[in-house]
């Protein structure tokens, strides 16, 4: 399967994860606290290369791959290098945000599944306090039965995309380097895709 065609799959499922989210949270009332980016400083983010091919092939596209490659190469931090802090109290954005990762979606109006088989709200602990009263009765909701969408089912889907780009889970940044590093491989010794060739 071609690069573009990964790419058009990955960003068909964070189409619909994006209006089962926001159906999500009108219904809930939960959301991320504008401008907070608190989870994506945290240094142990785990993603799959897979969920940011996207993002590597819009760089490729806008011939930024390379530098970025060797930017991810040169650095040393834990904390995803397309996060923005504007604070040093962890407030930000994300530089990339159209182009951010699965679990970036999922955090926070996402469920996990407890050993028990019970649907858990996966979010954090600013939402759990700041959004106390709609927290807990979002979580007697899903009880419930209303929908949520689930981490392993999203997961699962990707990684019928391609398996060994979507099973791999890494520390961010890695994710980031192997995901630059697959399209680079990939155009190597192939023509540029059509888009590239229509910008110049």
């Known amino acids: 399967m071609s690069i573009e065609r990964k790419v ?13 989210g926001e159906r999500f949270k009108k219904e809930s009332g939960i959301g991320c606290v504008s401008g907070c980016g608190k989870c994506c ?33 040169g650095n040393f931090s834990s904390t995803c290098i397309i996060f923005k802090p504007t604070s040093l109290t962890g407030n930000g954005t994300c530089s990339e945000y159209k182009y951010r990762g699965l679990i970036c979606r999922l955090f926070g109006t996402a469920a996990t599944t407890d050993k028990y088989g019970k649907l858990r709200l ?24 209303l929908y949520v969408p689930v981490f392993t089912d999203y997961y699962m889907q990707l990684n019928q995309i391609d398996y060994h780009l979507g099973q791999v889970m890494l520390p961010v940044n890695k994710a980031l380097k192997m995901a630059l590093e697959e399209v ?3 155009y190597a ?9 229509n910008c110049g």
Not at 189 to 197: H, N, V
Request: proline content about 6%.
């Open 184 to 186: 680079l491989q990939y």
């Open 41 to 73: 400083t945290y240094p142990d983010v785990q993603a799959s290369p897979l969920e940011f091919l996207p993002w590597a092939f819009h760089l490729f596209l806008n011939g930024e791959a390379e530098s970025t490659l060797a930017k991810l190469q």
């Open 122 to 145: 996966s979010t954090c602990k600013i939402i759990k306090e700041g959004q106390a009263e709609n927290y807990h009765s979002t979580e007697e909701a899903i009880s419930k039965g």
């Open 8 to 20: 058009q799959l990955v960003e068909m499922l964070f189409y619909q994860l994006e209006e089962e």
């Open 189 to 197: 010794y192939r023509p540029l895709p059509d888009s590239e060739k």
